[in-house]
């Protein structure tokens, strides 16, 4: 599923939450920024980065994170902490 997620894919979902499914309990995120980087163009698909909001304390590590969201699905996310309650992914 992760293949086939553009920046596009997200950009109309801006300000929706996502909910992190963890082993313990679910998180609320909200997708706050969509960039879309310039490739070199040899890339099946321009690579981008997603950024999510959440709680500030406590900060989840980087680390594969499941979410779920009532358009997308449910899907598994490299999650990076970017600052307090702030995380990042990367699709290249």
Known sequence: M???FIAETF?????ERFELV???????LE???VTESAGSGAELRAPFSIVFSGPADPILPQ??????HPELGVFDLFL???AAGSYEAVFT
């Open 22 to 28: 963890g082993e313990d309990d679910r998180v609320n």
């Open 80 to 82: 990076v902490p970017i």
């Open 31 to 33: 997708l706050v920024d």
């Open 11 to 15: 950009r109309p979902l801006l300000h």
């Open 2 to 4: 992760l293949e086939t």
């Open 63 to 68: 680390a594969i994170y499941r979410l779920e």
